[in-house]
């Protein structure tokens, strides 16, 4: 083995600058790197951009839409009364009072308390003109009852809280014009066809709804458009107005 004293002078000035040449090359590939996992200022400046009009479309959504909750909420329960409908045929040729088993959706103003209009959805099968919890749909979004005895403030435990559209939603006026004008309520057969009327009703379809139901909701705020819902008379199809694909 050569003592380091016995190196070529040339080579090791050439070893000196092959070793640079590596420190530099390594130099800037570390540097380029850096480079690379950093941002530069404009592209910060555009995700600063971004979440700032991301901010300004998602801040109006966090607040309340009276509105459109209401909506969803009386469209899901009419179209949830009209399924119910579907699979449970009260069809009998031989009760010709046979349509007042029909499943309904009935719309009241309580009769306590500050008259908060609040709806049920029942069958009334045993004809006798009024309903009782165990003639009441179950809502499936907690498992209670929509029902409630002439609109009492005080919610039972086995209630549903979402029949109370009046207080919830801050509604103060309900107008039915149409097919539903008088009584407040629609009915559906198991084609889904609406009826009203049918706590008179006999063998004939005389209460087969002739004209489209029409439900016009004014709220409390003076900020909140009215609302009109619209349930078309053979078809039972139920949307707001003016968005029929609602």
């Known amino acids: 083995m050569r003592e380091i004293d016995d190196i070529d002078p040339v080579q090791a000035v050439r070893y000196n600058h092959w070793k640079e040449r590596q420190t530099d090359k390594m130099n800037s590939t570390l540097s380029v790197e850096k480079q690379r996992n950093a941002f530069t200022m404009i592209e910060l400046v555009l995700v ?12 109006p959504r966090m ?24 699979i449970d045929d009260k069809t009998d040729p031989f009760d ?9 959706i009935s719309f009241s103003t309580s009769t306590v308390g500050n ?10 099968s045993n004809h006798n003109g009024s309903v009782s919890e165990d003639e009441t749909a179950i809502d499936p979004a907690n498992g209670k009852y929509y029902f409630n005895t002439n609109g009492n ?5 086995s209630e ?6 009046g207080r919830k939603y801050g509604i103060k006026k309900m107008k039915f014009t149409g097919g539903c004008s008088d009584p407040h309520h629609i009915a559906f057969d198991h084609l889904g066809r ?19 139901c029409t439900i016009t909701l004014e709220f409390i705020s003076d900020g909140i458009d ?21």
């Open 153 to 157: 403030p005080t919610i039972n435990a």
């Open 48 to 59: 600063i951009v971004v979440l700032g009009i991301l901010s300004a479309l998602a801040i």
């Open 194 to 212: 609406p009826f009203n009327g049918i706590g008179g009703a006999s063998n004939d379809f005389a209460t087969y709804m002739k004209r489209d």
């Open 115 to 124: 008259k908060a209009f609040f709806y049920t959805i029942s069958s009334d």
């Open 226 to 246: 009215p609302l009109t819902i619209i349930i078309k008379k053979e078809t039972g199809y139920a949307y707001i107005k003016g968005e029929p694909d609602s």
């Open 160 to 165: 549903s809280p979402n029949i109370f559209i």
């Open 63 to 86: 607040e309340r839409d009276l509105r459109q909750e209401a909506a969803d909420n009386i469209l899901s329960a009419i179209r949830y009364t009209q399924h119910l409908a579907l």
């Open 96 to 104: 010709t009072d046979w349509q007042k088993e029909l499943w309904k």
